[in-house]
Protein backbone atom coordinates (compact mmCIF):
# COMPACT_ATOMS: atom_id res chain seq x y z
CA UNK A 1 0.00 0.00 0.00
CA UNK A 2 0.85 3.38 -1.05
CA UNK A 3 0.67 6.30 1.30
CA UNK A 4 1.72 10.07 1.85
CA UNK A 5 3.93 10.31 4.98
CA UNK A 6 2.27 13.32 6.68
CA UNK A 7 5.28 14.21 9.09
CA UNK A 8 7.62 14.90 5.90
CA UNK A 9 5.21 16.13 3.44
CA UNK A 10 5.56 19.41 3.05
CA UNK A 11 3.23 20.60 0.38
CA UNK A 12 4.96 21.29 -2.38
CA UNK A 13 2.60 19.39 -4.85
CA UNK A 14 5.01 18.39 -7.15
CA UNK A 15 3.84 14.66 -7.07
CA UNK A 16 0.00 15.94 -7.86
CA UNK A 17 1.68 17.74 -11.17
CA UNK A 18 3.38 14.15 -12.26
CA UNK A 19 0.44 12.00 -11.22
CA UNK A 20 -2.84 13.83 -10.42
CA UNK A 21 -4.91 11.23 -11.18
CA UNK A 22 -3.91 9.55 -8.16
CA UNK A 23 -3.15 12.22 -5.74
CA UNK A 24 -4.57 15.35 -3.92
CA UNK A 25 -3.37 17.64 -2.28
CA UNK A 26 -5.07 18.55 1.05
CA UNK A 27 -4.66 22.50 1.09
CA UNK A 28 -6.51 22.53 4.28
CA UNK A 29 -4.36 19.71 5.92
CA UNK A 30 -1.04 21.07 4.36
CA UNK A 31 0.02 17.13 2.87
CA UNK A 32 -0.75 14.80 -0.28
CA UNK A 33 -3.06 12.34 -0.01
CA UNK A 34 -3.03 9.15 -2.41
CA UNK A 35 -6.96 8.64 -3.52
CA UNK A 36 -5.91 6.06 -6.21
CA UNK A 37 -3.19 3.77 -6.23
CA UNK A 38 -2.11 4.01 -9.53
CA UNK A 39 1.18 1.98 -9.20
CA UNK A 40 2.32 2.83 -13.01
CA UNK A 41 2.93 6.70 -11.69
CA UNK A 42 3.02 6.32 -8.08
CA UNK A 43 6.71 4.65 -9.25
CA UNK A 44 7.59 7.83 -10.51
CA UNK A 45 6.19 10.02 -7.88
CA UNK A 46 8.13 7.80 -5.14
CA UNK A 47 11.10 8.93 -6.82
CA UNK A 48 10.36 12.75 -7.56
CA UNK A 49 9.07 13.60 -3.90
CA UNK A 50 11.85 16.04 -2.82
CA UNK A 51 10.79 14.88 1.00
CA UNK A 52 10.79 11.20 0.26
CA UNK A 53 7.45 11.47 1.91
CA UNK A 54 5.89 9.05 -0.49
CA UNK A 55 6.30 5.49 0.90
CA UNK A 56 5.07 1.60 -0.06
CA UNK A 57 4.07 0.44 3.51
CA UNK A 58 3.90 -3.60 3.63
CA UNK A 59 4.16 -4.35 6.98
CA UNK A 60 1.77 -6.21 9.56
CA UNK A 61 2.45 -4.34 12.78
CA UNK A 62 1.06 -5.28 16.29
CA UNK A 63 -0.04 -2.84 18.72
CA UNK A 64 -0.64 -2.75 22.59
CA UNK A 65 -2.91 0.22 23.47
CA UNK A 66 -2.73 0.43 27.72
CA UNK A 67 -6.78 0.70 29.20
CA UNK A 68 -8.24 -0.18 32.38
CA UNK A 69 -11.83 -0.40 30.43
CA UNK A 70 -11.36 -1.01 27.10
CA UNK A 71 -12.91 2.18 25.70
CA UNK A 72 -10.50 5.07 26.89
CA UNK A 73 -6.56 4.77 27.08
CA UNK A 74 -4.86 4.86 30.40
CA UNK A 75 -5.00 8.46 31.35
CA UNK A 76 -4.24 8.75 35.00
CA UNK A 77 -1.03 7.22 35.15
CA UNK A 78 1.65 5.42 32.79
CA UNK A 79 0.70 2.78 30.48
CA UNK A 80 2.79 0.07 32.59
CA UNK A 81 0.25 0.73 35.23
CA UNK A 82 -3.09 -0.27 32.68
CA UNK A 83 -5.33 -3.12 33.85
CA UNK A 84 -4.89 -4.24 29.97
CA UNK A 85 -3.27 -4.52 26.98
CA UNK A 86 -5.74 -4.20 24.16
CA UNK A 87 -3.63 -5.98 21.35
CA UNK A 88 -4.58 -4.79 17.66
CA UNK A 89 -2.98 -5.59 14.23
CA UNK A 90 -2.51 -2.63 11.23
CA UNK A 91 -2.26 -4.01 7.49
CA UNK A 92 -3.12 -2.42 4.47
CA UNK A 93 -4.34 0.30 5.70
CA UNK A 94 -6.61 -1.02 8.56
CA UNK A 95 -6.01 -1.77 12.28
CA UNK A 96 -8.09 -4.78 13.87
CA UNK A 97 -8.79 -5.76 17.14
CA UNK A 98 -6.86 -8.95 17.96
CA UNK A 99 -6.91 -9.77 21.97
CA UNK A 100 -7.01 -8.41 25.50
CA UNK A 101 -4.19 -9.32 27.73
CA UNK A 102 -3.80 -8.80 31.62
CA UNK A 103 -1.57 -6.92 33.07
CA UNK A 104 -1.12 -9.10 36.29
CA UNK A 105 2.45 -9.16 37.13
CA UNK A 106 2.95 -5.54 37.59
CA UNK A 107 0.39 -5.93 40.58
CA UNK A 108 2.78 -7.64 42.31
CA UNK A 109 5.28 -4.73 41.65
CA UNK A 110 2.96 -2.05 43.11
CA UNK A 111 5.52 -0.95 45.66
CA UNK A 112 8.82 -0.56 43.29
CA UNK A 113 9.34 3.27 42.07
CA UNK A 114 8.53 4.59 38.76
CA UNK A 115 11.15 4.16 36.55
CA UNK A 116 11.91 0.69 38.17
CA UNK A 117 13.84 -1.96 35.50
CA UNK A 118 11.35 -4.54 37.07
CA UNK A 119 8.45 -2.91 36.04
CA UNK A 120 9.67 -2.47 32.62
CA UNK A 121 10.36 -5.97 32.58
CA UNK A 122 6.95 -6.75 34.25
CA UNK A 123 5.31 -4.63 31.35
CA UNK A 124 6.91 -6.17 28.37
CA UNK A 125 6.41 -10.17 29.44
CA UNK A 126 2.99 -9.49 28.56
CA UNK A 127 3.49 -7.98 25.54
CA UNK A 128 5.34 -10.87 23.67
CA UNK A 129 5.14 -10.00 19.95
CA UNK A 130 3.82 -6.54 19.98
CA UNK A 131 5.82 -3.95 17.72
CA UNK A 132 4.49 -0.92 19.41
CA UNK A 133 3.19 0.01 22.84
CA UNK A 134 0.67 3.04 22.81
CA UNK A 135 -0.26 5.28 26.29
CA UNK A 136 -1.27 8.33 26.96
CA UNK A 137 1.56 8.71 29.22
CA UNK A 138 4.89 7.11 29.78
CA UNK A 139 7.29 7.32 32.65
CA UNK A 140 11.04 7.33 32.91
CA UNK A 141 11.06 3.44 31.50
CA UNK A 142 10.70 4.45 28.44
CA UNK A 143 13.99 4.51 28.06
CA UNK A 144 14.29 0.22 28.52
CA UNK A 145 11.21 0.04 27.11
CA UNK A 146 12.01 1.81 23.98
CA UNK A 147 14.38 -1.07 23.18
CA UNK A 148 11.59 -3.36 22.92
CA UNK A 149 8.98 -1.48 20.95
CA UNK A 150 8.25 1.54 19.27
CA UNK A 151 6.41 3.47 22.02
CA UNK A 152 3.57 5.95 20.96
CA UNK A 153 1.63 8.66 23.07
CA UNK A 154 -1.58 9.52 21.64
CA UNK A 155 -3.39 12.54 23.09
CA UNK A 156 -6.96 11.04 22.15
CA UNK A 157 -8.80 9.46 25.36
CA UNK A 158 -10.89 7.27 23.34
CA UNK A 159 -9.28 4.13 21.80
CA UNK A 160 -11.60 4.30 19.09
CA UNK A 161 -10.05 8.28 17.96
CA UNK A 162 -6.22 6.70 19.09
CA UNK A 163 -6.64 4.02 16.30
CA UNK A 164 -7.26 6.84 13.39
CA UNK A 165 -4.79 8.90 14.58
CA UNK A 166 -2.52 5.60 14.72
CA UNK A 167 -3.15 4.67 10.80
CA UNK A 168 -3.09 8.04 9.74
CA UNK A 169 0.88 8.08 11.34
CA UNK A 170 1.42 4.52 10.25
CA UNK A 171 4.54 5.70 7.79
CA UNK A 172 6.07 7.70 10.67
CA UNK A 173 5.74 4.01 13.47
CA UNK A 174 6.99 1.85 10.55
CA UNK A 175 10.11 4.04 9.78
CA UNK A 176 10.64 4.19 13.69
CA UNK A 177 10.01 0.39 13.77
CA UNK A 178 12.36 -0.84 10.89
CA UNK A 179 15.20 1.38 12.34
CA UNK A 180 18.50 -0.65 12.13
CA UNK A 181 20.14 0.48 15.21
CA UNK A 182 17.58 0.08 17.76
CA UNK A 183 19.25 3.00 19.48
CA UNK A 184 18.60 5.60 17.01
CA UNK A 185 14.45 4.65 18.29
CA UNK A 186 12.75 7.57 18.95
CA UNK A 187 9.56 7.69 20.83
CA UNK A 188 6.89 9.50 19.36
CA UNK A 189 3.98 11.55 19.99
CA UNK A 190 1.03 10.81 17.45
CA UNK A 191 -0.75 13.84 16.16
S1 LIG B 1 5.92 15.79 -3.61
FE1 LIG B 1 6.21 14.91 -1.56
S2 LIG B 1 6.46 16.71 -0.22
FE2 LIG B 1 5.58 17.46 -2.15
S3 LIG B 1 3.34 17.45 -1.76
FE3 LIG B 1 3.88 15.49 -2.72
S4 LIG B 1 4.22 14.10 -1.03
FE4 LIG B 1 4.29 16.16 -0.20
Aim: include cysteine; hydrophobic fraction near 40%; proline fraction near 3%.
Amino acid sequence: MVLVDKNQCVGCGICVSVCPDAITLKTEKGFAEIVMERMDCLWKVIKACPQNAIKEIKDRLFFAIGTDDHQTIKSNDHVGKSAYFDIFEYFEGTLVFKETRENPKYREDETKVHGDPGKAKATASALAGVDVLVGRLMGPNIVRLKNQFVCAIVREKEIADAMDVIVENICAITHEKNKIDIKDRRGLILK
